[in-house]
């Protein structure tokens, strides 16, 4: 049952449990460089004072936020902000995304389900030719190279008349100009194919993650419409094809080594699409009827849009005119939505995440507040939640989002919709309505996937002023608080030379208790527990509202009983 056992000595305080989330604010771990930690050169006073204080006390010890304690295949995988929702909102470690498909594709049971040959085997056999699409890179937030490459071999195996392969570029999870090297190391892929089964596989179209198809939550439509109108149609918008930038080009390498010239500001996340083309200048790979579509990747949250572009049926869609529809069997890779049932085909099970944090706490009736900015609206609600959209008990709770800018104006105003937040979250804590107040501040991960050292300064600094805010509201209603990140980031805005680094990190993160009306009831200890990881939070939430954590749930960092 999700019923809950209260502690024999719990803390009784008269305000909310807040839970601060500054996404992507890591501390540095020693292998980086000194001088890119734009969240040391910030020098948050509010931040750091009250990191000071719980110190002292006893309430403050760091967390990991990366590999095996956020449940990824490797010890050395950064973390994300979707793996690290879902540890602190569930308190349990589990296999993610990631690790199910290397699974599948390893023991080869990805090739006998009924995803794969409902799609992939099906087109083939027919004649059809099996289109990929998805974040070309090793990053392992959203996909995986490796599992192209397994895929792309499975398909060869089916013989269908062509494979093509439609590459985001990324430079977000990865160095920011390094999309070339994957191009090269996709294309050697392909040519092997090609050479060992006689099946031609190529490069078919392609671009910025952040310009083409990788949207979110909704914030943009039109950079879905521009990836499936690359990916789909064989087409460029013509809005792109500006400074002698051509749009269509033989190769993928042709393509995007001329928009670097044309274009030597943009990084590759906003690199324009192109479509590759044959000598008489026709698309090679557009989807035609019998094709099948492979969306690659894994994690969800940048995968639902364009999915749903795929899956909805004429008349059904309205988000942008996609033209002549053709009749292919899309699938993703995983399950992205397993409430909406979005896809409605997925070649791997995904994650199933259960019993979280949200849920005993609603069975306990405890009522709960979340809110960020669209950027990381679903991170805190739907991520945090087990990957659930909706509310748990709408009755007594309730989700906010503020509507974020657009994605090119986080540069320059790094501040975001910080102000907005933190208004609406000053009011929560104030209400006296809630027991439990969760906010994502969104800040230091999208200014710091950026790469700009001097934004991401700026952008501590204000979210600084706004936390000075927040733990007054904490003080005066008598709550306590947790401040925390999901993983790092702007801890880390430049490599070892010095160049900018747009990627999350390997840091570990802070985890300190702000308790004005702490009396040394319990403190911070970590003694054996051998990682203590994010996923702790969970169990420290239940602790000081009063409540014991349930036995499967990774151990408390707080001495509560
Ligand atoms: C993104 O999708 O923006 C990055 O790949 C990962 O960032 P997030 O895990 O912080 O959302
Ligand atoms: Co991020």
């Known amino acids: ?38 969240i040391v050169a910030a020098n948050p006073e509010t931040i750091n004072g009250m990191i000071a204080e719980a110190k002292e006390r006893g309430l403050y010890t760091e967390l990991a936020a990366h590999g095996h304690s956020v449940g990824l295949p490797d010890a050395d995988d950064m973390g994300n902000s979707e793996v690290g929702h879902n540890a602190m909102g569930a308190g349990q470690v589990v296999a993610q995304g990631a690790k199910l498909v290397n699974v599948a594709l390893e023991d080869g049971s990805m090739f ?58 990324d430079g977000r999870d990865v160095p920011p100009t390094s999309g070339l090297i994957y191009i090269a190391k996709l294309e050697a892929i392909l040519k092997a194919v090609t050479e060992e089964t006689g099946v031609p596989a190529m490069i078919a179209s392609g671009g910025g993650r952040m310009h083409c198809v990788m949207d979110r939550y909704g914030s943009n439509w039109s950079i879905v419409e521009r990836g499936y109108n690359h990916i789909v149609h064989g087409k460029v918008d013509e809005a792109e094809l500006v400074s002698g930038y051509k749009g269509y080009y033989t190769s993928a390498e ?55 572009a795929f899956e909805a049926p004429e008349g059904a869609f309205d988000h942008f005119d996609r033209g002549v529809i053709p009749a292919c069997l899309y699938a ?58 909706g509310y748990i008990n709408e009755e007594i709770e309730s989700y906010n989002q503020i509507v974020s800018e657009p994605n090119e ?42 790469g700009n ?9 204000f979210l600084d002023q706004c936390m000075k805010r927040v733990l007054a509201a904490v003080e005066k209603m008598g709550g306590v608080l947790m401040l925390t990140a999901d993983h790092g980031n702007g801890e880390e805005m430049m490599d070892k030379k010095g160049k900018p680094k747009t990627s999350h990190t390997t840091g570990a993160v802070p985890f300190a208790i ?48």
């Open 254 to 308: 042709e393509a995007i080594t001329h928009a670097r010239e044309l274009f030597p500001e943009k990084q590759d996340q906003f690199n324009p699409p192109f479509v590759c083309v044959d000598a008489d200048n026709k698309p090679l790979g557009p989807v035609r009827d019998g094709d099948a579509v492979v969306n690659f990747n894994f994690r969800g949250d940048r995968a639902v849009q364009i999915t749903k």
């Open 1 to 38: 049952s999700l019923s809950l056992s209260p502690l024999a000595n719990p803390i009784k305080r008269d305000g909310p449990v807040v839970l601060c989330i500054l996404d992507g604010y890591g501390i540095q771990s020693p292998k980086a460089n000194p001088e890119g930690d734009a």
């Open 332 to 389: 993703g890779i995983l399950e992205y939505d397993s409430e909406a049932g979005i896809p409605k085909t997925y070649l791997c099970p995904p994650p199933s995440i259960t019993r979280v944090l949200s849920e005993y706490l609603c069975a306990a009736e405890k009522k709960c507040y979340a809110i960020a900015e669209t950027h990381k609206y679903g991170h805190v609600t739907y991520f945090f939640n087990g990957n659930r959209s």
């Open 453 to 461: 050292f001097d934004s991401e300064v700026r952008c501590v600094k």
């Open 514 to 561: 702000f308790d004005p009306k702490y009396q040394n009831e319990y403190k911070v200890d970590t003694t054996g527990i051998e990682t203590p990881g994010i996923a702790s939070i969970a169990s420290v939430t239940m602790n000081l509202l009063g409540y014991k954590q349930p036995e499967f749930y990774e151990p408390s960092v707080v001495t509560l009983e």
């Open 112 to 169: 006998s389900a009924n995803g794969w040959t409902s799609t992939v085997k099906a087109a083939a056999a027919k004649k059809g030719r099996v289109h990929f699409f998805g974040l070309l890179s090793d990053g392992n937030i959203h996909s995986h190279i490796d599992q192209l490459e397994g895929m792309v071999k499975g398909a060869a195996r089916e013989s269908p008349s062509a494979i093509f392969v439609h590459p985001l570029i």
């Open 409 to 450: 104006m986080i540069e320059g105003h790094p501040e975001m919709m910080a102000e907005e937040v933190t208004v609406d979250l000053v009011a929560a804590i104030e209400s006296g309505k809630w027991d439990f107040v969760r906010v994502n501040y969104a800040n230091p991960d999208m200014v710091g996937h950026t």
